[in-house]
């Protein structure tokens, strides 16, 4: 993934995530870890990524509504392409188990001791609706999503959530600190829809001002 600097005192790292839907909040926890002091920078991976920070995969999350459920409100559970199963923390844990309905959020913020800001911001940013061939939409506000981590009992750093098609911030994480969860999405299915395939791309940033 790679890192941007498009200001000298502004540092962003910025990820995508594809969502789909065939037409159609529980306990948080997390990883929440210290890390060395270090010169300015931010790190963030969302689904396959490297340590390196140079992988430019953009997974996908999908459903396919089963036609005598289409919106009868109970929500669909939807599935990745992530293989991403183990933490990009350099220990290897196997932080989501099952990365096939997960797509795991790593993100880092390091500075050195006397330097500042003192944190730096996660965002994601949707568009106000998927949208199929045919120009009918969902509003992406039908997406939403849970979090865990595997042997974590830390209350979640990322929240549980929904989109909002527009941008939310999610956290800020303090100097010398990652944190990474497991998210899992679901589609709402609270309306019958025109049938296609309806597809938006959700993009995660991390910005140090």
């Known amino acids: 993934m790679p890192l941007h600097t498009p200001h000298p005192n502004r ?15 529980v306990e948080a926890h997390a990883w929440s870890l210290s890390i060395a002091a ?5 790190f963030l991976h969302v689904g396959n990524g490297t340590a390196e920070g140079n992988n430019s995969t953009i997974n996908l999350v999908s459903v396919s509504v089963p036609g005598a459920q289409v919106g009868n409100g109970v929500a669909q559970a939807m599935t990745t392409n992530s293989t991403q199963s183990q933490s990009l923390y350099g220990d290897g844990f ?24 003192a944190s730096a911001t996660l965002r994601v940013t949707s568009p106000a609706n998927l949208v199929n061939a045919a120009g009918d939409t ?18 979640g750093v990322i929240p549980a959530g929904s989109f909002n098609g527009a941008t939310q911030t999610l956290t800020t994480i303090p100097a010398n600190t ?3 969860n497991c998210h899992t999405f679901s589609y709402a299915n609270s309306a019958v829809r025109a049938a296609g395939t309806y597809n938006g791309q959700v993009t995660y940033t991390l910005t140090s001002p």
């Open 11 to 25: 540092l962003l790292a910025s990820l995508g995530l594809l969502l789909a839907g065939l037409w159609p909040v």
């Open 94 to 117: 196997t932080t989501c188990p099952t990365p096939a309905s997960q797509i795991m959020v790593g993100a880092s913020y390091r500075r050195n001791n006397n330097g500042s800001p």
């Open 178 to 180: 990652y944190i990474e």
């Open 38 to 42: 270090a010169s300015r920078r931010v």
């Open 138 to 155: 969902i509003p992406f506000s039908q997406i939403s999503w849970t979090v865990s981590a595997n042997g974590s009992s830390v209350p």
